[in-house]
């Protein structure tokens, strides 16, 4: 049996963060000891670890609970956990995209800066410009 800190440490997340998962229910209520301590097993160390990997993939917790869900019917399709997977790959996508033009708006405003003092300097002059940013802004916010 583990400790909460050593849960936490063996997958590489904060104290805060199990035990907030066991308030939204991403993690089971842990076992206790006579003296109130939380107490975990393998299971507990395992789901957490598929929380961990899952959020280093990018997955909102809605999608984590979604998949946990799935998980705990092994006779439901796995066409429904590549669903899940294919939303979140979709929405890493536009979000390269959205940085990709970030990209090259940092450097087009970096390539026509070419001026020794601030007051001719383009990059402030572009960040100024708010009406351009608004007119040129697409997409949600990062």
Request: charged share 30%; hydrophobic share 35%.
């Amino acid at each position: 049996m583990l400790s909460i800190g050593t849960l936490a440490k063996r997958t590489g997340t904060k104290v805060q963060t199990v035990r907030y998962y066991e308030q939204i229910g991403l993690m089971p209520e842990p076992g206790r000891t006579d003296g109130g301590q939380r107490r975990y097993g393998a299971a507990e160390l395992d789901r957490l670890a598929f929380i961990r990997h899952s959020r280093d993939l990018g997955f909102p917790l809605e999608a984590i609970r979604e998949l946990l869900d799935l998980s705990d019917s092994p006779e439901k399709s796995c066409a429904q956990i590549d669903a899940v997977a294919q939303r979140q790959l979709k929405a890493v996508e536009a979000r390269i995209a959205r940085l990709q033009s970030l990209k090259a708006e940092l450097q087009r405003m970096i390539s026509e800066c070419h001026s020794d003092r601030v007051a001719d300097c383009r990059i402030l002059e572009v960040l100024r410009d708010h009406e351009e940013c608004l007119s040129d802004h697409k997409g949600p916010d990062l």
